[in-house]
């Protein structure tokens, strides 16, 4: 079991967490996550064990975030590191795997973001991902 991370950036159906459950909710989009993590509220999409069409494969093996952010470039706000945490933690208490970064990819890092080149949340061994792995991990 892993959880890759997403950012929703506000491109398909608007900003923030309307535009991201907006775009989640369009037949079209094929698209969804276990929760929806915004700069102030979380909303759950998708029952954990139920499968989220988070990559397009091994959905069925994946729980999913998507931290959605008004419009690009926001930074992660204090409440949705502490969401993300609390979220992830509600998946380990469940299914029982590690929080770290193998079990915790950035969607940028999983096969089918590196075939179709996702960014989000961060490339692949930025130093903004460091960042925000290391700030995420010392909330559990
Ligand atoms: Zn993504």
Same mark, same amino acid.
């Given at each position: 079991?892993?959880?890759?991370?997403?950012?929703?950036?506000?491109?398909?159906?608007?900003?923030?967490?309307?535009?991201?459950?907006?775009?989640?909710?369009?037949?079209?989009?094929?698209?969804?996550?276990?929760?929806?993590?915004?700069?102030?509220?979380?909303?759950?999409?998708?029952? *954990?064990?139920?499968? %989220?069409?988070?990559?397009?494969?091994?959905? /069925?093996?994946? $729980?999913?975030?998507?931290?959605?952010? #008004?419009?690009?470039?926001?930074?992660?706000?204090?409440?949705?590191?502490?969401?993300?945490?609390?979220?992830? *933690?509600?998946?380990? %208490?469940?299914?029982?795997?590690?929080?770290? /970064?193998?079990? $915790?990819?950035?969607?940028?890092?999983? #096969?089918?973001?590196?075939?179709?080149?996702?960014?989000?949340?961060?490339?692949?061994?930025?130093?903004?991902?460091?960042?925000?792995?290391?700030?995420?991990?010392?909330?559990?």
């Amino acid at each position: 079991m892993c959880a890759p991370l997403h950012q929703g950036r506000g491109a398909h159906a608007g900003p923030g967490v309307p535009g991201t459950i907006s775009w989640f909710l369009n037949p079209s989009a094929q698209a969804s996550s276990h929760y929806v993590v915004g700069p102030a509220e979380v909303v759950q999409m998708v029952e *954990l064990d139920l499968e %989220a069409w988070t990559t397009d494969w091994m959905n /069925a093996e994946w $729980l999913a975030i998507e931290i959605a952010q #008004p419009k690009l470039g926001d930074p992660i706000t204090d409440f949705q590191y502490r969401a993300t945490a609390w979220c992830l *933690l509600q998946m380990q %208490a469940r299914y029982r795997f590690p929080l770290d /970064a193998a079990h $915790l990819p950035f969607h940028s890092e999983t #096969p089918q973001g590196i075939q179709i080149g996702k960014t989000d949340p961060f490339s692949r061994g930025s130093e903004a991902g460091r960042r925000f792995y290391d700030r995420l991990f010392r909330l559990f």
